[in-house]
């Protein structure tokens, strides 16, 4: 049966958009790739909800006499519920058919519609990264008001040590402004401290445990420190991609929209320490 070249279209675009537009999400997130998302794919449509239990580690005991029995605990958990209600979504209309038939219009398009969910996805999660204020506070500033420095890392690395935080796959995020500060920072960047920092190509890779990253996203003199098990995420696994003829609108032209669902859950506010000033 002989179908239309819009219908072919329409069938199309989405097996060559898709699957290309969700690596390119994956690829350039970088909050959303540093938290855990080990039920992705289990949310297939918004309001779905992802039940997590915690186990509760037992008070325990010391037994001095190996002839006294030792006693037992009954098992708590703590259940935490990820619900996903959100959903980042762009389109744009398209007049020409042409356009969304040309390759390099295609990839155009792809770029500018990834860019506008990755920026909603990554804005959304930075505003939940809200540190305990409970004594000690995990909201500092630095001993210089706006010059990150690395006496600043080693009270955050302190700070993150006594609340017990696992001292690998620590992650430092800073903007721009103190990034630079810490490239001018001998300490951070000379070869008596540390062996993977270059000044000349501007690369401070990690120091005192912490992997060191620029984020462009976050409000000037403002930094991060998180461990992936603070915040768990949930996505679908797939963004979906729809074209609809815009004829029923009296236009001549199509709509291209993309979208996914996914929802989050602070689980340790300990676990982040925001650093400001």
Do not use: C
């Not at 239309?4 to 969700?22: D, H």
């Not at 909603?120 to 010059?147: F, K, R």
Request: glycine share 6%.
């Amino acid at each position: 049966m002989a179908t239309s070249g819009v219908t072919q279209l329409a069938n199309l675009i989405p097996e060559i958009w898709s699957p290309k537009m969700y690596d390119e999400l994956r690829s350039k997130i970088l909050f959303a790739n540093t938290f855990s998302r080990e039920y992705e794919g289990a949310i297939k449509n918004m309001g779905d909800t992802v039940r997590v239990n915690q186990v509760n580690a037992p008070t325990g005991e010391i037994l001095t006499d190996d002839t006294v029995a030792f006693s037992s605990e009954l098992l708590n958990t703590t259940q935490f519920n990820i619900v996903a209600n959100k959903r980042a979504s762009a389109a744009f209309e398209i007049s020409d058919l042409g356009q969304l038939q040309s390759m390099s219009f295609q990839a155009e398009a792809q770029e500018a519609l990834v860019y506008s969910i990755r920026k909603q996805l990554e804005n959304d999660i930075i505003s939940a990264l809200v540190p305990s204020a409970l004594a000690p506070d995990h909201d500092i500033a630095p001993a210089v008001i706006g010059d990150l420095a690395a006496v600043d890392l080693g009270a955050i690395r302190t700070l993150m040590s006594k609340a017990l935080i696992p001292t690998t796959n620590r992650k430092l995020f800073l903007d721009p402004q103190y990034y630079g500060d810490i490239l001018d920072d001998a300490k951070v960047m000379s070869r008596d401290y540390t062996s993977g920092n270059l000044s000349e190509p501007g690369v401070a890779d990690a120091f005192m445990g912490f992997q060191i990253m620029e984020h462009d996203g976050i409000a000037a003199d403002t930094g991060f420190a998180v461990h992936p098990s603070a915040l768990q995420l949930v996505m679908q696994q797939d963004i979906r991609i729809k074209i609809s003829d815009l004829h029923s609108n009296n236009k001549y032209g199509y709509l291209v929209s993309a979208d996914f669902v996914y929802g989050y859950q602070l689980f340790d506010d300990t676990r982040i320490v925001k650093i400001s000033g």
